[in-house]
């Protein structure tokens, strides 16, 4: 990249840090240091506002960055990623969105504790909600390392390693110093120019075919390498039995793994009712829906105008399609329109980054200190503790995120969420399903489905391609690979359910009738909610 791109792109992140700064500097001053204000932002925003913060929150790098990148790469397997991510949340709409408002008051284990004994429930839970918000992390940490790559030419590795640290930097300051408010408004103004960038590209992609949507696929298959088969399925998950079932694990990962997304289930406590929460998931749909149906244009766009073989050079995972398509649309190398373009993409893709890890790592230390922390301490000081803990976990949790960002720079960041989104499926959404709909449900069940999620997704993703045996993995020269599959979804999902009911079933513990009364009718009328 020349010099102007660089500097341009520079600026204008800056300019994003500037503001975001300033609205977290002005938050911090008018706000009164509760639980509720620090956790859910005084529950004062609106479903618009909320369903804006939602989509800013959920379009990470890995939709901005990474799904146009696997849609360029390999055409309509690529596609499937973005379909994943927005069926999902039909889930979220009509499974946990407004039952999880009426249960809860921070976090997803208040839904699951409230039937339960709280410490093992909340131990557990808190542990599985910040496994599953570091690995997210990890892919918006591995995003930002790809664009300073291409910005900087790959020339300076340390750069890199820098850039990333100052991501984490910003993130942790925005979660210590704004709490949600500060982080809900951060995500307002990313979505705003995500959203407004994105329709940009898209009409420039469909001006370049003159709004020939077939011209465009065919001039991709052409330039792809493939042919006809980059616009059918099997190019990535057709070639083998471990394939095809890699392709159906990672399918049932993305759509119940968003309704376990600790991240995702907090923002639903911003909003003062239930109703508002349903209507934040409404907006959220539509948003986030239009969007992907833009990233596929993009992601086509790029085949069919940059081409895979430069998209490989700059990065082999397809991490830069968006900046490579902009500078392109724009004019080019050297274009004043090309390094403006580029420049606006790179800096919105930044904006993404920064504002997608603040709300992991506000609600990662959430669970730190509402459910690990407040579980060993006595009642008296539990609220004030809280608060102070949370700030100094979202420290530790950025210096985690950074470690291990830096480590798997070379993945894509979109298959690097749908393991974030196989663990949530497999240790979250399987506790709060039972703890919503199953009467007999019980604390050892609980405990168990948490665990019997959580443990076996973890060590078939360490026993899989994606860490050792295979020139992609993260530690190339060493082969621990027994599990062949690179998503462990389709295994570990089953256990997780299986396990809560073994663990149920074999307790010696009798559920609570009454209470399992009363979360049924608080879920479904919002009685006694917070």
Request: proline fraction near 3%; aromatic fraction near 10%.
């Amino acid at each position: 990249m020349t010099g102007e791109h660089q500097t341009l792109a520079l600026l204008l992140f800056i300019g994003f840090v500037a503001v975001t700064l300033a609205i977290t500097t002005w938050v911090s001053r008018r706000r009164h240091g509760s639980a509720e204000e620090f956790y859910a932002g005084g529950r004062l925003f609106s479903p618009m506002e909320n369903g804006f913060a939602v989509s800013g929150d959920y379009v990470s790098a890995a939709s901005f960055l990474g799904v146009t990148g696997l849609i360029a790469l390999y055409g309509y397997d690529g596609l499937l990623y973005g379909v994943g991510f927005l069926v999902a949340w039909l889930v979220v709409l009509f499974l946990v969105a407004e039952l999880v408002r009426n249960c809860g008051r921070f976090t997803l284990a208040d839904v699951v504790a409230a039937r339960m004994s709280e410490r093992p429930v909340r131990i557990a839970a808190g542990t599985a909600s910040v496994t599953v918000s570091v690995l997210y992390l990890v892919a918006q940490m591995v995003g930002a390392g790809s664009l300073v790559a291409l910005l900087l030419g790959r020339t300076s590795a340390t750069a890199q390693a820098w850039t990333v640290i100052g991501v984490g930097a910003l993130m942790v300051t925005y979660v210590s110093l704004g709490g949600m408010r500060a982080t809900t408004w951060i995500q307002i103004v990313k979505a705003v120019l995500l959203l407004c960038g994105t329709v940009v590209l898209t009409v420039l992609v469909l001006v370049r075919f003159h709004g020939d949507l077939d011209r465009l696929l065919v001039t991709a298959a052409e330039r792809s390498g493939h042919g006809d088969a980059f616009l059918a399925p099997g190019l990535k998950y057709g070639g083998s039995w471990t394939a095809r079932l890699d392709f159906i694990s990672l399918g049932l990962a993305l759509v119940l793994g968003t309704a376990g997304l600790p991240h995702i289930l907090s923002r639903f406590y911003t909003v003062p009712t239930a109703r508002a929460a349903r209507r934040s998931a409404v907006w959220s749909i539509g948003l986030i829906g239009g969007f992907y149906l833009m990233a596929i244009v993009l992601g086509f766009g790029a085949a069919a105008v940059v081409g895979p073989e430069a998209l490989r050079r700059s990065n082999a995972a397809g991490n830069t399609a968006m900046p490579l398509l902009a500078l392109d649309l724009g004019g080019g190398v050297g274009s004043t329109g090309g390094t403006v373009l580029f420049a606006v993409v790179a800096a919105v893709a930044f904006a993404t980054i920064l504002a997608v890890v603040a709300g992991i790592t506000l609600a990662s230390s959430s669970s730190v200190a509402h459910d690990l922390y407040a579980s060993l301490r006595r009642p008296q000081s539990k609220v004030r503790g809280e608060v102070a803990v949370a700030r100094v976990a979202a420290v530790g949790i950025g210096i985690v995120a950074i470690g291990l960002g830096l480590l798997a720079r070379d993945l894509n960041v979109a298959f690097l969420v749908g393991l974030a989104f196989a663990v949530a499926a497999s240790a979250n959404l399987p506790a709060l399903v039972y703890s919503l709909f199953w009467r007999a449900f019980t604390t050892r069940g609980a405990v168990w489905a948490v665990y019997g999620g959580l443990v076996p997704a973890l060590v078939l993703v360490l026993l899989s391609p994606v860490v050792s045996g295979s020139p992609g993995s993260l530690f190339p020269d060493i082969d621990l690979q027994y599990f062949p599959l690179q998503n462990p979804g389709i295994v570990s999902i089953p256990l997780g359910f299986l396990a809560g009911w073994l663990g149920t079933v074999t307790s010696d513990e009798v559920a609570d009738e009454g209470k399992f009364a009363e979360t049924e009718v608080r879920s479904l009328t919002g009685a006694g909610a917070v």
